[in-house]
Every structure is written in C-alpha cells, then in structure tokens.
C-alpha cells in the first residue's frame, strides 16, 4: 500500500480559520494525490478543530478521496522539540513499515522537517521524502512535486553513525549466527537498532534467544558505547525490583543506609533489558507504564523526578496478548512496550536443518573455549539422535549440551556421551507437542538430580530458578517426580 504522510501546516494550510486552498495540503490532492492513504499528522492530543476544518474541506472537494483520508494525533507539546517529534514518527514510521510511505515535509514546523529527514536516512524503510514547488516558483506556473534526494553526503551526523555500525557489526559478526528462519527478525531488530528509543519487546520460548537478540539491539544503535543492562524480573519480588529498578534514597527503607542508584541510572544513555516483564505484579506494571508515558522516574523515597534516558527492551516467554485478555496484563502497557515486536521461533520451529547448522556452530565455537586442537566431533550415530531430539530447552540446551560434551568426552562423542534423557526418550518424547516435551524433561532432570530444583535448573539451561519454579506450578508437576 502506498502511503501519504504529513503534518499540517499551522498556518499556510489555512485562511482564518477556513481551509487554505491554496495552501500545500490542498494544493497536493488537486495535483498529485494518487496514494492509497492519506495520514494527516496532528500534534494535538485529541479533538483538533483545525484537523477536521482541513479533513471535511478535503473531503467535499475530492469525494473520491474522502474515504483514503486519515488522521493520528500525535500528542506533542512543542512543535519545535525536534527529539520527540522525532521518537513519535519513528515509531509511527517503524509501525507501517510494510506499506510505501511518501512523507510530504512541505507542511509543518522547521524540527518537524529535520524529523523527516533523519527517519528517512536511518530507518531504512521504503520512504520517500516529498516536496512541492509552489506555482508563484514554477516556470510553467503549474505546482510541481520534487522527490528530494537526502544523500548520505548531506547527512554527515547519520554518515558517521553508520560508518561505526559497520565496523562494530564486523567485531560482532562472529557471535550472531543469524540462520534464515531467524533472518526477518533479526532484520527488524536492525532497523529498530537505527531509532534512538524506540521500545521493543521481544517474545519466544525459554532459550529462543531474547536476550541474545536484545543485545544485538544494542550493539547496533548509538547507544552501543553505553551500557547494556539485564534484569530478570521474575527473580524479583515488587519492593525488591523496584529498588533495583529506580534506586532509593538514604533511609527509604529499614537497611537503606546510602543513597543508591538503580539500574536505570546505571543503563543511561544505554538500553535497558527487561526480561520475564510478563511475570511483573499489577503494581509494577503501572510503575513502568508511568515511566514510558511521562519519561520520568523517582527513586523510592525521593520526591524528585528524574529523567529516564534508556531505551527499553523487554521479553517474555509468555503470550502476552492471551495475558492482557486475560487480565493478567495491563493492554496499555503492553501498546507502550510493543511498539516493535520480534517473535522469535522455537527449535522445533526453525527445522531439522538449521538444528544441525547450530550443533556445528557451536562445535567450532566451543572449541576455542575448551583449548582444544581441534573441534569436537561426533559420530554418525550420536547424530541420528541429536536430529531426532527436539530441543525444548532451545538454542539454550543446546549449547549446554555441547559444552557437557567438551568435558566429558575425548576427541569424538558417541551415543554413550549423550545424557540419559536425550539417549533414552520415553514415550512421551514421540510427542510434538512442545509442552508436553518439556514437563518431560523436567521431570527427568528432577529424577536425575534427586529433586535438586538448583541442579536441575542449571542442567535444564532456565535462567533464573524462578522459571523453573514456575514451570513446575504451570505443568503441575508433583513433588514426586516421575520416572
Ligand atoms: N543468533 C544466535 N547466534 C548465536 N548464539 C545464539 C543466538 N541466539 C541465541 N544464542 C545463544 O543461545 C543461548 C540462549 O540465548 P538467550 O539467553 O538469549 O535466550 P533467552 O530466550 O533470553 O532465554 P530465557 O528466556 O531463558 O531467558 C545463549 O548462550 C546465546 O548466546
């Protein structure tokens, strides 16, 4: 779909306060309109007088346009804050990113022009930067449409950004294996990387890896030279996670005896990642939706805002929609964080082949770690078995399972190498569903470790044991495991 984009003009769109004929948004759709869409930008919050004047004279002047005719208020209080405006239509841009969009920069404030112009030269989304040409400045005295060419060269501040994108993607190539199933996300990811403070929030099984693709988001945006932070919030409790989050004051708290930071303090000018952030109380939900609307936050105890400058990642391995329908999950929260989502797929998802393309991935990358000669091998049959076991701990267990055979096995791993519970599938294992393969396999790694949650969760490749504890609830798995 081929899309309009625009804002408009304050004052050349209208006389009075009647619709300026003359003026560029009029002008454009008797001349030039021929756009499946035509999203009209306000910076008020709702109710727009002027937008409607505009809209209902558009739409009584070019009937057969009335129904492509659209509007977004955009909620900015100073037309000349070129960092907001710029935020708002990045993510605005990043939201229609399927469609052709032709951002019109004639109407609108000079910061509202500069916007246009970085979101074009940094995004890499199909868009065009539209200008037109007043008939008082043409020589056939007919108003003309220019397509500017904003060249790199013209934009040395985004040149530069670019520049050292390309060399940190080169020193971190080798640890993104970026196989084709994952390919559009990882694609996505790139783009979301370009915008300043865009939110995303990142969804998948236990050990897809979000935390993985969070960091990439970070080591390819501007914020890369700052710090990258990780917090699990299941680990967490309200008061705990709050604390850690915003920081609190000296005697805010029985045992606060200095003042200390959080870890929003910590990731300034970094990205923050927010895993587990399905897993967050009510409480906390409505602590971090205040901090994306107002961009502020308030150590506990302190009665002075301070100003948020992180980009937030968060991920979940839960259905966040079914959660907010649910209940469970505030939708405006969730609208506030996924404004780019990623979903990335299982093991079982991705394919035998790519499986098999991760082993060897890490049979090579392993070795180094291990100060081996030469990179592990296996034999035909242990890999008979590998391409018949599912995986459902992920890319996660899978590593685990390679570095387990580093140490426990000579130059080649055979059948006898691999662990019980991959070696000697039950029944339940000739299941496909993802599910009921990992209660399975909970249930044996509680077996194996004698009901140890602490062993077994590290033998499982979860995170947090608060992931298993979860797991255990969620499947109902007994306090006697099963055989
Ligand atoms: N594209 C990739 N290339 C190379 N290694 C990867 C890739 N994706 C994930 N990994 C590796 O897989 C392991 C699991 O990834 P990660 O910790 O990001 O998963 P996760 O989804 O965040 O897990 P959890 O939900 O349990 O927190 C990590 O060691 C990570 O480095």
Known sequence: MRVLISWYAFNNDFVGSEANVKGPTYQFHQHFFDHDQHLILSSEKEDDTRLNVLMNRLALDFPHHRDRINHRYMDINDVIDMSTIKQKIEALLLSMSDHELDLFISPGTPAMQVAWYLCHS?????????????PSKTKSGQPELVV???EESSMPVSMVIREELHQSTHAEEADHLILPSIQPVYDRAYKLAQTDRVT????????TGKEH?????????????????????SALGDTLLESRLFGYERGAFTGADKRTDGYFDAAKGG???LDEIGDISPYMQQSLLRVLQTGGYMPVGSTTERKADVRIVAATHRLLRQECEAGK????LFYRLAVAELHLPSLVERGAAEKRTLIEYFLTKKQSSFRRAKPLKLTAAAWRILDAYLFPGNIRELENLIESLYVFSGETADVADLPDWIRLPSSSTASFSW???????IQRALTYHSGNKARACAALGYGSIN??????????IGSTPEQ
């Open 122 to 134: 940094t995004l890499h989304l199909k868009t065009r930067l539209l200008q037109t040409r007043p």
């Open 148 to 150: 500017t060419q904003a």
């Open 200 to 207: 995303g929030l990142i969804l998948g099984a236990s050990g």
């Open 213 to 233: 693709l969070a960091n990439y988001i970070h080591d390819h945006s501007s914020r890369r030279t700052r710090k990258f932070i990780s917090v699990n919030c």
């Open 271 to 273: 990205t923050l990642f």
């Open 329 to 332: 999950f505030r939708w405006d």
């Open 435 to 441: 599910q009921e393969h990992e209660k399975a396999l």
């Open 467 to 476: 992931t298993l504890a979860k797991k255990i609830v969620d499947y109902q």
